[in-house]
């Protein structure tokens, strides 16, 4: 098989479904992750925590993770002095 | 079934029904879909205002050929500086039909959330359908003129910037318009594919309807042909829908028709067969 096949068949194939590929795969993938508000999130709660516990940003981890249908945001809040119970976890569970 | 809509929006005056046509992307479409859609509408006998939302590069008066009439706009509006009534400009060739020009010196930030409600809840005393023609982009133009939307024109091109920026669009419509803050049912969404090549789809060199469907899945309001009429209404400041002869025109008023809840074949999606002669000689495109 020459070069000239190869572009031969390139063409007969066309590169409508390449595109139809490579669309499909990144719009999955930017549905899913459509995270803008998570350092607003963030700044807010540290706000909330911050009127009842002295805490600064670093004390702080929220993250977005997802599975299937389900997305669970995992919010990691450290205390000064004490941990409390290693962590703690808030799920939520939105249908995507 | 139609004959009852009319009817009902004859009588007892309700509410116009504003449609905001965007896409993300610029360059794909948006203020000649505005164009031909509100001219369309209007044709049918409904009272229709088209707002022009690209604050600074105002570009939908050009295209309804309304440039030299422009003496108030939409921000000299929203700052009381006019009247709706003297900003609102009557168009030459469609009856029931009115523009309201961007402001061209302005920026976009003078388009204030309270403002365009206000303009927007005057305008539907009288009118029937409001046109909301939206700037690129998802900024605060582009935020405003969807935020009060019941329908949405998605236009899109059959190609993969534009059908992701559409899809953009669809997450912003979901969360961002006041439907969604309101939890009111969410706006309607239409499909506006534009430039369409049926030859270059049989060959495989161009998303077809059913790919593009597959992936931003909303419904199919219409397909605008590629086509050359669309450049000549442009240079003549003529929407393309007034184009009787023109694939591109007559695809217009068929969206317009399924808009209205009739149900019409979609054209312009098969590869026309050509004759012997116009394969001999090459086909002109109309």
């Known amino acids: 098989m020459s070069i000239f096949d190869y572009f031969r068949f390139v063409r007969q194939k066309g590169s409508a479904s390449l595109a139809k590929e490579r669309l499909q795969i990144i719009v999955a993938h930017e549905r899913g992750k459509n995270t803008d508000y998570l350092p607003l999130l963030q700044k807010e709660l540290i706000a909330v925590i911050g009127k009842y516990v002295a805490i600064d940003a670093s004390q702080i981890k929220v993250e977005l993770e997802h599975s299937g249908d389900c997305s669970i945001l995992e919010l990691n809040i450290t205390l000064p002095g004490q941990t409390i119970s290693a962590s703690q976890k808030a799920d939520v569970a939105t249908a995507d | ?44 006998g409904f009272k229709t205002a088209v707002i022009d939302f690209d604050v600074g590069l105002r570009n939908l008066d050009l295209i309804m050929g309304a440039e030299r009439r422009v003496v108030y706009d939409f921000i000299n509006v929203i700052n009381k500086e006019a009247s709706l009534t003297q900003a609102l400009i009557k168009d030459k060739r469609v009856d029931n039909l009115f523009i309201l020009p961007a402001s061209q010196t302005r920026d976009k930030d003078a388009l204030t959330e309270e403002g365009v409600a206000q303009v927007i809840e005057e305008l539907q005393k009288t009118f029937d359908y409001i046109v909301c023609d939206s700037p690129a982009g998802i900024e605060h133009g582009a935020l405003m003129a969807l935020y009060f939307a019941d329908h949405a024109l998605v236009v899109t091109n059959p190609e993969v910037s534009s059908v992701r920026d559409s899809d953009r669009i669809l997450g912003i ?48 309001l219409g397909v605008i042909p590629e086509s050359k009429a669309v450049l000549r209404a442009s240079n003549a400041g003529v929407p393309v829908i007034l184009d009787k002869e023109s694939d591109a025109g007559s695809a217009y008023r068929d969206a317009v028709s399924r808009f209205l809840g009739e149900s019409v074949p979609h054209r312009f999606i ?9 394969r001999l000689f090459g086909g002109v495109e109309a």
């Not at chain 2, 029904?17 to 896409?23: A, D, K, P, Q, Y």
């Not at chain 2, 419509?173 to 049926?198: C, D, F, N, V």
């Open chain 2, 1 to 44: 079934m139609l004959f009852v809509f009319i009817f009902i929006k004859g009588k007892g005056k309700t509410l116009a029904e504003i449609i905001v046509v965007t896409s993300g992307k610029g360059g794909v479409g948006k203020t000649t879909t505005s164009a031909a859609f509100s001219s369309g509408l209007a044709m049918r």
């Open chain 2, 173 to 220: 419509l979901a969360s961002k318009s006041r439907r969604a803050e309101q939890g009111l049912p969410p706006i309607k969404e239409h499909m506006i594919l534009t430039r369409y090549s049926p030859e270059r789809v049989t060959r495989g060199e161009m998303l077809s309807v059913t790919d593009v469907q597959e992936i931003l899945a909303i419904p199919l």
């Open chain 2, 270 to 278: 098969q590869e026309e067969k050509k004759g012997f002669f116009q």
